[in-house]
């Protein structure tokens, strides 16, 4: 069993950790204490096990083996099953990598079912367990902390994303051939972000209506309410910001575009004026080529073959051509 942690907790305790689960659901029953279980990528028939004992519904666990679910919050009878999709920025090669953690809440039970790296949840038990007051709320509390954590995460990775938009501005300009790709290799990241992030607000709002229907004490139910406000408005400042990286990436594309259409007719003046001083030099030359090629061809009888000034006439009418050529060709602003 892929099992992180392991831990029984009675009025906010940690009590000695059991040897396995079976002894874990043996302290629940005799100490009437929230189980937090820790699984790393389970297989099926671990998942099965804690499901034959916990009573989680096969729908749950049938969404826990398949993945690639959207953040949601599902009730199921007396348990409630969250899904969320942790992130993190790798830095060394510019990218997002998405998770998916798994967490089903019962009346004694916290399972969290962790399929990639992040979130560091081993941080979330630790500070929960400094935090006995909040730990002693029991297990709406811990899902309270795992979705603290999930967004406190986010902010690193919308920083890189931020960053990233930043140098993207500034290739924008420089003429980089690869930049509309960076720009859409970046947009896709930052969509798969704001699919992460937008249903939150919806998962901590149903969160936060059951905790009316739980045994919890008004004080107790009032204070768990007041720290989901928090995050909640967090993760609106952050599916805000999420948003805004989206429309700057959508204008970027658009500017791209432009500006590589506007390179594109740049270019297209620069060969056209390349063409013309080209054609107008082959016109200058081929004038007195003409002339020649016609007095080459030494047939007897020409128009003043004999005549004693034909040769001088003949370059003269080449030069005459050529520069009037040249005139007419540096007036229209050929050359």
Known sequence: MPIIDNAIYVNGERLPKPADLDATFESMKETGGMAWLGLYRPNAQEMHDVAAELGLHELAIEDTLTGHQRPKLDHYGD?????????????????VEFGELHVYVGADFVVTVRHAESPKL?????RLETEKELLRMGPEAVLYAVIDQVIDEYEPVADGLGNDIDEIEEQLFSGQSNVSRRIYELSSEVIDFQRAVVPLDTVIERLRKDLKLTDLAPDDALELDRKLIDVQDHAIRLAERVASFRAILTNALSLSSTL?????????????EQMKKISSWAAILFAPSLIGSIYGMNFTHMPELHFMWGYPAALGLMAALSVGLYLVFKKNNWL
């Open 260 to 272: 590589a259409s506007q390179r594109a007719t740049e270019a297209g003046v620069t060969q056209n």
């Open 79 to 95: 348990h409630l099953f969250a899904v969320l999709r942790p992130a993190r920025y790798l830095d060394d090669v510019e990218k």
């Open 122 to 126: 081993g941080e979330v038990r630790k």
